[in-house]
C-alpha cells in the first residue's frame, strides 16, 4: 500500500473507533483509553444497569480489556476479560463464546460495542435470575 492509501484507512480507522468509544461511553459502562503508536488498549468496566435489591458489592461485574491492533477495526482485538466480581464460571465461558462469535460474524466492523453490549446483557440476565431465585427463597420462608 502507498502512503495516501495508509493515511486514508488510518483516518477511516480513527473514525470508526472514535464512534464506537461515543456509543460504548452511551452504554453507560465506564472506561479508559490507553493509546500507543501501534495499538490502543481500551479497558471497560461492565456492571449491570438494571435496578436490584443487590448490594453493590454482591453485583455481578467485569472488567472488559481490549487490545486493538493499529487499523482497528479492520483487524480483531484481543479481548481478556478481568477483575471479575461474583462471577459464576459458567457465564464466563457463555461470555467468551459470544465474542468468539462476534469475531466471526463481524469481521472488518466494529467488535466493540457487540461485544460490550453482549457481556451487559448477559450479567444483567444472570443478576435477574439471582434476584427471582432469591426473591422465591424468601417467600418459601415466609
Not at 109 to 117: E, F, G, K, R
Amino acid at each position: 500500500m502507498n502512503s495516501i492509501s495508509l493515511e486514508k484507512l488510518g483516518s477511516f480507522c480513527k473514525a470508526l473507533r472514535d464512534s464506537e468509544l461515543r456509543t460504548v461511553a452511551l452504554l453507560g459502562c465506564p472506561m479508559k483509553v490507553r493509546k500507543s503508536r501501534h495499538f490502543f488498549q481500551l479497558e471497560v468496566f461492565v456492571r449491570a444497569h438494571v435496578e436490584t435489591e443487590i448490594p453493590t458489592d454482591d453485583r455481578i461485574s467485569c472488567k472488559l480489556i481490549f487490545k486493538c491492533p493499529k487499523f482497528y477495526p479492520r483487524d480483531a482485538p484481543e479481548v481478556h476479560m478481568r477483575f471479575k466480581k461474583n462471577f459464576p464460571d459458567y457465564l464466563e465461558s457463555e461470555i467468551l463464546w459470544e465474542f468468539e462469535r462476534v469475531k466471526n460474524s463481524y469481521r472488518g466492523s466494529q467488535y466493540i460495542i457487540p461485544m460490550v453490549s453482549s457481556a451487559l446483557y448477559m450479567i444483567e440476565r444472570e443478576e435477574q435470575k439471582c434476584t427471582k431465585s432469591a426473591v422465591k427463597d424468601e417467600s418459601r420462608n415466609l
